[in-house]
């Protein structure tokens, strides 16, 4: 089994029954994949927007636990440190588990991200995607963030197509 599937297969198992949070990680993964391969991403960071696609929402459950809510701030608190446990029976190198760490920490951040890189880019703008169908988000927030959020070519397309 390839690391992506090895990836794949912990997050399912660590989320159990939980269909939704499965499902959307799925998505938000294949999105992310499909943006990449578009964008002319390198192997070597597709792995790394994979990975942290596959284990962006990781932390919702202890968010859940810890803070009565799965609210994006507390996502990005808890996500990274049950990431990193997830990962740690991989063989991802340390460099690249701290990124995807990092991904995970700020996936819910939106300011400032004209100076984020491309990896980080995509993982928002993938989760951005997925989330405007399921969390049925606003034609007005669709179009606030087309141009401020959603910056690749690809993803702006997806989301016209697919959305306005």
């Known amino acids: 089994m390839d690391l992506i599937e ?4 912990k997050m399912i198992e660590y989320n159990g ?15 992310a994949r499909y943006i990449a391969e578009c964008e002319g991403i390198e192997p070597s960071l597709m792995q790394t927007i994979e990975i942290a696609a596959l284990l962006h929402d990781i932390g919702i459950h202890a968010a859940e636990e810890k803070h009565g809510s799965s609210d994006g701030k ?3 608190i808890e996500g ?8 740690s029976h991989l063989e991802i190198s ?6 995807v760490e990092y991904l995970i920490s700020r996936h819910h951040t939106y300011d400032n991200i004209e100076n984020e890189a491309l990896d980080y880019l995509i993982l928002v703008e993938a989760d951005f995607a997925v ?8 034609d007005d927030a669709v179009r606030n963030a087309l141009g401020h959020v959603i910056r690749t070519e690809t993803a702006t ?3 016209k197509q697919l959305y306005c």
């Open 17 to 31: 029954k939980d269909i939704k949070r499965i499902s959307h990680a799925l998505k938000v993964h294949s999105f």
């Open 131 to 138: 989330n405007i169908d399921e969390d049925s988000v606003s």
């Open 94 to 99: 340390d460099a690249e588990k701290a990124r």
């Open 6 to 9: 090895q990836v794949k297969s």
């Open 157 to 159: 397309n997806l989301i």
């Open 80 to 87: 990274p440190a049950v990431a990193h446990e997830l990962m």
């Open 74 to 76: 507390y996502q990005e």
